[in-house]
């Protein structure tokens, strides 16, 4: 349940036309609504109600400072997986002892600034990651809070690229491996082992992969209970998936009530990472049309919006639903929406049937909340689109449009030219 809506033909987000935004700020533009994200952050949490848990949102689906302000002010934690993003959740105001630090590359600056800032807890995702733990707690005095990333060997049935719970993935620690890298840990001077964690993939549209992966996430727990190692979180993860067209994921009260049922009466504070859940559907992305063009065997809807926008496309032949900012009345047609991008892999929707558009009508990229902006890039040097909230009435402008002064800014020419 998103808040864009069509009324009397004109889609709206929330109490604003989606058009008044265009004529103010120019295209192309991601818009953001609050009202959604609060919904989505609130369904999430509540789901959950009567469970020990910390929901930590995953900042990497979205880390415009106003989206974790609001969400930090709805109680969210953070999981992180750099330095940028604990930098940004910190400014934003997420209590350190509500960050979650994953990822399988954290350098000692990341590391140091993580121990410095006093992070609830490293996700670990190998042994020389937690030896150069140990050695940077115990240069800068400090106890780092550990729990070991186990890669369960689960199929989250998602695309190959988002999967990481299978043994063939870089993520994680199997589970026999787990068990001696946790004693290995229990013996460390700096290091205070605090929880267990796993996440196997990201849209995930069914719950078995879950179960199975929590499972054998409580087995080892029980195992690790019997070595006179206690757990205190357990952090699933995020990975539940959204409808972008005719999947049907799992709610989220279904997905924590799957939870709940296997945890039995395990006593243990829960961790989720909802990334994709929360912001996906509450944000789009919306374009011009520049030029129609009729190939031979195809017709083109040419946008100022290209991969360099929105790289789902092209990444994971990822379906956006595109839909006119004005409905119009007419034939339909069908066509690829591409960019302006000289590759042919620059499209933002391939084969679509839309009512008739020409040159200036808006369109919108739906659920591009997640994965988008922060997945844009200035290719060809292109200018980063602006970033916009509404929320009832209001809307503000979160992210000005990059600018040409911005492209170059950083740059210099050596004295050697
Ligand atoms: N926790 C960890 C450790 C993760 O690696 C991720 C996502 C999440 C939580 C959040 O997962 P979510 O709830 O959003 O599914 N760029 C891809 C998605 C990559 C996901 C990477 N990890 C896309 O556009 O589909």
Redesign the pocket.
Known sequence: MHYFQYHNNEMYCEDVPVQTIARQVGTPFYLYSHATLTRHFKAFNDAFEGLDRLV?F?A??NTSMAVLKLLAKLGSGL?I?SGGELFRGLKAGFSPDHIVY??VGKRVDEIDFALEAGILMF?IESLEELELIQLRAAALHKKAFVSI?VNPDVDPKT?P??S?GLKKNK?GIDTESALSAYQRASRMSHISIVGI?C?I????TEIQPFEDALKSLKSLIQRLGTMGIPIRYLDM?????ITYREESPPQPFEYARAISNVLGDLKIQLIL????????NAGILVTQVLYRKKGLVKEFVITDAGMNDL??PI??N?YHEALPVVQSSGEPFTADIVGPICETGDFLAQDRQLTPVQSGDLLALMSAG???F??SSNYCSRLRAAEVMVKGDQFAVIKNRETYADLIAGESVPAFI
């Open positions: 930590c995953s990497k689906a999981d997986v994953s990822g996700n990333r695309h690229y988002i990481t993520f964690d996440h993939g990201s849209q995930i993860g995020g990975g539940l998936g990472e909802p990334g994709r859940v929360i912001v996906g790289m789902r990444l994971y990822a997640a994965y988008g922060v997945m």
